[in-house]
């Protein structure tokens, strides 16, 4: 079936949408994203994502295309028209385009470029790869500085998952100076002796909004957080280990570049979480 998107105002099917080639999200990558998930047919942490959306554009200074309410608004009609139970949202801002191609970005009256689509999820929540655990990989992370703004800049990322596909793994972690600073798609935690452990928020990462929910959650639930640089064989010498992301919520670690974490099974927290994570975050879903 053919998808109706939403491209600067016009609801379309997917084969009539068209953006200029001259737009600087194509031709230099001057675009920022989110993807929402979909459960029941109701947004998950839309709040979240939105306040992200704008603390990207900000960092850009790049125009906000529409109001936040404007924003739901075509989120839902999306998920209606798509008929979406369990699945994703994504949208896409870019800078525009004047007519060109330079490198000096265009006069301020250019309009945003605004695009969203759906993607159908069935069996989202209830993900098969969740109950068997993933298997990372280690690898370089040489990507630009400021990995806080969530940008299309997705090259290496993809690059990252390609090397974890070719050595037999599901996803790969990346390092610099020693420490891991987050998988190619997602946040990354590993637990010890009951203490989850997770790199601190600043410019090297993705300031994960489903990070910031199962964090609040685990306090809730009385377990301890630490924030704080890891390295990756801290991580292969933990309990179990998980990554957190809008797409997979809660995805267990079970094998480290090889090493299998406790016996080779999701762990017990991570699943807890997974489970929390999913029932606090359906009961608030718009």
């Given at each position: 079936m053919t998808r109706?998107?939403?491209?600067?105002?016009?609801?379309?099917?997917?084969?009539?949408a068209k953006v200029s080639i001259f737009d600087r999200g194509f031709l230099m990558a001057d675009a920022v994203y989110e993807v929402t998930s979909v459960l029941g047919g109701k947004l998950i942490d839309f709040e979240g994502h939105a306040v992200r959306?704008?603390?990207?554009?900000?960092?850009?200074?790049?125009?906000?295309?529409?109001?936040?309410?404007?924003?739901?608004?075509?989120?839902?009609?999306?998920?209606e028209l798509n008929d979406i139970d369990e699945g994703l949202v994504y949208l896409q801002v870019t800078r525009g385009s004047d007519g060109d191609r330079d490198f000096v970005f265009p006069s301020e009256d250019t309009k945003p470029t605004i695009v969203l689509f759906t993607q159908n999820k069935p069996g989202l929540a209830d993900s098969p790869a969740a109950k068997k655990g993933a298997k990372i990989i280690s690898i370089e992370d040489?990507?630009?500085?400021?990995?806080?703004?969530?940008?299309?800049?997705?090259?290496?990322?993809?690059?990252?998952?390609?090397?974890?596909?070719?050595?037999?793994?599901?996803?790969?972690?990346?390092?610099?100076?020693?420490?891991?600073?987050?998988?190619?798609?997602?946040?990354?935690?590993?637990?010890?002796?009951?203490?989850?452990?997770?790199?601190?928020?600043?410019?090297?990462?993705?300031?994960?909004?489903?990070?910031?929910?199962?964090?609040?959650?685990?306090?809730?639930?009385?377990?301890?957080?630490?924030?704080?640089?890891?390295?990756?064989?801290?991580?292969?010498a933990a309990d179990e280990a998980f990554t957190t992301s809008a797409s997979a919520f809660v995805m267990p670690v079970v094998e480290i570049d090889g090493v299998a974490l406790g016996d080779g099974t999701p762990g017990p927290i991570a699943k807890r979480l997974r489970e929390i994570y999913l029932e606090e975050s359906i009961k608030a879903a718009v």
């Open positions: 109706t998107v939403y491209v600067n105002g016009d609801y379309l099917p997917e084969t009539e959306l704008k603390r990207s554009l900000d960092e850009l200074d790049m125009a906000e295309p529409c109001t936040k309410e404007e924003l739901l608004e075509i989120h839902r009609k999306l998920v040489i990507r630009w500085g400021r990995r806080d703004i969530k940008t299309v800049q997705l090259l290496y990322p993809s690059m990252g998952k390609m090397m974890a596909k070719k050595a037999g793994a599901d996803d790969a972690w990346m390092i610099e100076d020693g420490h891991v600073t987050e998988g190619t798609s997602n946040n990354a935690y590993f637990v010890k002796d009951g203490v989850i452990v997770t790199r601190p928020l600043s410019n090297d990462i993705l300031h994960g909004i489903t990070r910031k929910a199962v964090l609040r959650m685990a306090e809730e639930a009385q377990l301890k957080v630490e924030e704080r640089l890891f390295t990756i064989d801290e991580a292969k």
